[in-house]
């Protein structure tokens, strides 16, 4: 069973960052495409970034050109840098599988509180 334990949420202020981690605890970890998702009180879970086994990244519109998205397979974990955060970023962050037909138990997740 794979575990996924996010790690690095908080609160801040608007414009301030953070830094996200994610441990994921599977011997396929450097074979696997990742991604970051959040989860806003009264909305769905929503896809914000994902990292490709060759480094490709992509990003929600919503947070282009803010967050940056890496993985180190060395040491299983994905990371994701939040920069220029806003109000409208709060959410509970979880990390998972980019192709969503095929996700892992989802971890418990990191809180990320915006105040303006």
């Given at each position: 069973q794979v575990q996924l334990v996010e790690s690095g949420g908080g609160l801040v202020q608007a414009g301030d960052s953070l830094r996200l981690s994610c441990?994921?605890?599977?011997?396929?970890?450097?074979f696997t495409s990742m991604a970051w998702y959040r989860q806003a009180p009264g909305k769905q879970r929503e896809l914000?970034?994902?990292?490709?086994v060759n480094g490709v990244e992509n990003y929600a519109d919503s947070v282009k050109d803010r967050f940056i998205i890496s993985r180190d397979n060395?040491?299983?974990?994905?990371?994701?840098?939040?920069?220029?955060?806003?109000?409208?970023d709060t959410a509970v962050y979880y990390c998972n599988v980019m192709d969503r037909r095929r996700l892992w138990?989802?971890?418990?997740?990191?809180?990320?509180?915006?105040?303006?």
């Open positions: 441990a994921v605890s599977t011997s396929i970890f450097s914000v970034a994902t990292v490709s060395a040491k299983k974990t994905v990371y994701l840098q939040m920069n220029s955060l806003k109000p409208e138990n989802w971890g418990q997740g990191t809180q990320v509180t915006v105040s303006s």
